[in-house]
T-cell receptor
Framework: KNQVEQSPQSLIILEGKNCTLQ??????????LRWYKQDTGRGPVSLTI?????NTKSNGRYTATLDADTKQSSLHITASQLSDSASYIC???????????????FGGGTRVLVKP | EPEVTQTPSHQVTQMGQEVILRCVPI?????FYWYRQILGQKVEFLVS????????KSEIFDDQFSVERPDGSNFTLKIRSTKLEDSAMYFC?????????????FGEGSRLTVL
């Protein structure tokens, strides 16, 4: 069964510090891996999309890495800001069959709280 | 910046009532989706829609659910007879290309509370 597991479930960091979130997946073969940021009560917003051939992708202070061999990805937040407080969701898409929205497998998210 | 818009933002309804959630996807997008997220749980796929028909649906999307694109801009999710367990945040999403390559844009969600 395709699964996406994220760790930690939650973490608290001080403003200005860095943190790294982990994502392990069993989806295979996979097409791409996405990281989304979801503020409480809001819709997910895309941070990065990586195909299986990419190792790293940056979006401002967010840097995602991917190791397709070990089926692991990480999201690194640099110099955290209070506005980074949110849930971060790892989403994996398998190889396309058709317009298969159902094939997106969502992780449970990591809830990040940045404190001043 | 183009965005997916959803209405209402919050709806409270009695069990057994019909509910229609509305979405306006990004104008040049061709693929449309509904997802839901029960409080504290993972986002779950409901249905995808392409070329004016359902292309995929999940086990959750039973006969009580239906989707429609009544005109060139709106995309609606109807729940015919709501149950308590339908209480969730419902997200509409759209993409220009199919999901293996396309950026997926989510709306802000419609919170449904069934009493």
């Amino acid at each position: 069964k395709n699964q996406v597991e994220q760790s930690p479930q939650s973490l608290i960091i001080l403003e200005g510090k860095n943190c790294t979130l982990q994502c392990n997946y069993t989806v295979s073969p996979f097409s791409n891996l996405r990281w989304y940021k979801q503020d409480t009560g809001r819709g997910p917003v895309s941070l990065t999309i990586m195909t299986f051939s990419e190792n790293t992708k940056s979006n401002g202070r967010y840097t995602a890495t991917l190791d397709a061999d070990t089926k692991q990805s990480s999201l690194h937040i640099t110099a955290s800001q209070l506005s980074d407080s949110a849930s971060y969701i790892c989403v994996v898409s398998p190889v396309k069959i058709k317009a298969a929205g159902n094939k997106l497998t969502f992780g449970g998210g990591t809830r990040v709280l940045v404190k001043p | 910046e183009p965005e997916v818009t959803q209405t209402p933002s919050h709806q409270v309804t009695q069990m057994g009532q019909e509910v229609i959630l509305r979405c306006v996807p990004i104008s040049n997008h061709l693929y449309f989706y509904w997802y839901r997220q029960i409080l504290g749980q993972k986002v779950e796929f409901l249905v995808s829609f392409y070329n004016n028909e359902i292309s995929e649906k999940s086990e959750i999307f039973d006969d009580q659910f239906s989707v429609e694109r009544p005109d060139g801009s709106n995309f609606t999710l109807k729940i015919r007879s709501t149950k308590l367990e339908d209480s969730a945040m419902y997200f509409c999403a759209s993409s220009e290309n199919s999901i293996d390559t396309g950026e997926l844009f989510f709306g802000e969600g419609s919170r449904l509370t069934v009493l």
